[in-house]
């Protein structure tokens, strides 16, 4: 299949969708597909380019950035461009409503009669500043609901996105495919104590349990939450973009952004892992983590998520001292916290390998394309 691709950024630029297109579109290619991904131009993306997936930058302005908000504004170079694609294309995929890249995308796709696919990875984020979300709500109810319409199946990686479109949007649930973003579990996987000791020196972490938490440092993560539940019985880990100006306590460790690898040797060093949101549409780096055989702790405001499932996560009240006491009671439990880990990386491995992740888009492509899949065939 020839596919068309959109994102607001694509890698080195990181974040969770930046993430998902990297490995869905890579994953597509070595399967066999061509792919070309039409993306803000940023230095080195290039470098990830494959013999069938080719990334096509195009300038852009990202005014909010340093606000913690990515939208960027493309130039007019971007019509010409998208129609070229959008004509070369069998299938138009794109990864977010609001995008300007991607509400062309829908429209040039029905102008030509293409096939169009629509990652929806939020519906709606809660800002901490009341002028974002007066501007998200204005930017949902025109150009979200155009790109509903005008997509032929919406993707959704949860529950929470699936409610968002249905109840807020009318989005029929006929129209909807819930695809959980997968893992690679070849990458991220538990490791044995014997590695886990010498991964930790070649750190250079103490013997002090290490809490990690992942992600850009942004209002909902709720950082400050995490700060604040510290004792002086571990040290945190950050990893992430956005920490540099951030007035964080001497325990605190900052990693900033790390490829896929690296992010894998944090979470095999680390003893837990924790996500103090207060707001996630499916936290992939909970799932990443507990591929790696890490307990995890999540808020109560993330008890809606298919995570919960598993039976396997801990939950607790957003308040530091609930957050503190649910640390402790799993750092004085090394028995309990192997046992979580191993059933959590077993858990990942049947239900959120990314295999599984991209059968699934290729039945839909399939569907859309009338064509039978590769399961089909064989």
């Known amino acids: 299949m020839k596919i068309l691709m959109t994102s607001h950024y694509t890698l080195p630029h990181r974040g969770g969708i930046e993430t998902v297109i ?25 470098d990830f380019d494959l013999p069938t997936r080719r990334v ?3 300038p852009a302005f990202d005014p909010l950035k340093n606000s913690g908000v990515h939208y960027p504004l493309f130039s007019p170079a971007l019509i010409p461009l998208l129609w070229r694609e959008a004509r070369w294309a069998e299938i138009v995929h794109v990864q977010g409503m609001l995008y300007l890249n991607s509400v062309l995308a829908l429209l040039f796709a029905r102008l030509l009669r293409r096939p169009a696919v629509l990652t929806e990875h939020a519906g709606y984020v809660q800002y901490s500043r009341p002028l974002f979300n007066f501007i998200q709500r204005i930017a949902v ?7 509903l319409a005008l997509s032929q199946i919406v993707i959704v990686p949860d529950v929470i996105v699936q ?6 949007f009318g989005v029929s649930a006929a129209k909807i495919r819930r695809v959980p973003f997968g893992v690679d579990t070849a990458l991220f996987h538990p490791i044995s104590e014997q590695e886990k000791q010498r991964l930790r020196a070649e750190l250079g972490w103490d013997e002090r349990p290490k809490v990690l938490f992942v992600g850009n440092y942004v209002a909902r993560k709720r950082i400050s939450l995490l700060v604040q539940a510290a004792s002086d019985r571990f040290d945190l880990v950050l990893c992430g973009e956005g920490y540099e100006t951030a007035r964080l306590p001497s325990f605190v460790r900052v990693y900033p952004p790390q490829n896929h690898e690296r992010l894998a040797r944090l979470y095999q060093a680390a003893d837990l892992f924790v996500v103090p949101s207060s707001v996630e549409t499916f936290a992939i780096v909970a799932y990443e983590a507990m591929a790696c055989g890490l307990p995890v702790i999540m808020t109560e405001d993330l008890s809606h998520l298919t995570i919960r499932e598993s039976q396997l996560v801990r939950f607790c009240p957003p308040q530091p001292d609930a957050l503190c006491r649910t640390i402790h009671e799993l750092l004085d439990s090394p028995q309990e916290r192997q046992r979580l880990g191993l059933a959590s990386a077993a858990w990942v491995q049947q239900y959120f390998s990314w295999h599984e992740c991209i059968v699934h888009h290729e039945i839909v492509y399939s569907l859309l394309l009338k064509r039978p899949t590769k399961t089909d065939e064989a």
Request: net charge neutral.
């Open 163 to 168: 409610d968002i479109l249905e109840k807020e």
């Open 22 to 46: 990297e490995k869905l579109s890579r994953t597509l290619a070595e399967r066999g597909h061509e792919i070309r991904i039409l993306s803000s131009k940023i230095d080195g993306q290039t």
């Open 141 to 147: 109810h025109t150009l979200g609901r155009l790109s």
């Open 56 to 58: 096509i930058g195009v």
